[in-house]
């Protein structure tokens, strides 16, 4: 048995409407954040040089924004030393708010 939506048609359209549209701004995000971790592993590994100016200008887009995001997670969680896990965290809370909005809306 599937769960119906409670609510008029209407309504539950445009709470899926903004539901798929929080999903996919998320989507960017995680995908914003596999692409910082992918240029800064070829500039730790020296694959590509640091001073290539596209390359490093884009990297720097990436983490201006993504700071105001990943600041906070990385003030709270315990220094790991070289290894950042913030970026993992993110990703995981983000998807965590994915399932609890897809449940309020769906279930």
Do not use: H
């Not at 409670?6 to 903004?18: C, R, V």
């Not at 798929?20 to 692409?35: G, S």
């Not at 993110?90 to 449940?103: E, F, K, P, S």
């Amino acid at each position: 048995m599937t769960a119906k939506p409670k609510g008029t048609l209407d309504e539950m359209q445009a709470l899926s409407t903004i539901y798929q549209i929080i999903a996919m701004l998320t989507n960017v995000l995680v995908m914003l954040i596999i692409i910082q971790f992918i240029i800064g592993l070829l500039f730790a590994f020296n694959v590509v040089n640091s001073r290539n100016e596209f390359l490093g200008a884009f990297y720097m887009s990436i983490n201006r924004l993504l700071e105001p995001v990943l600041g906070p997670i990385r003030r709270v969680m315990p220094n790991t030393g070289s290894i950042d896990f913030s970026p993992l965290v993110l990703i995981i809370l983000l998807n965590i708010v994915l399932i609890v909005l897809g449940n309020v809306i769906y279930g």
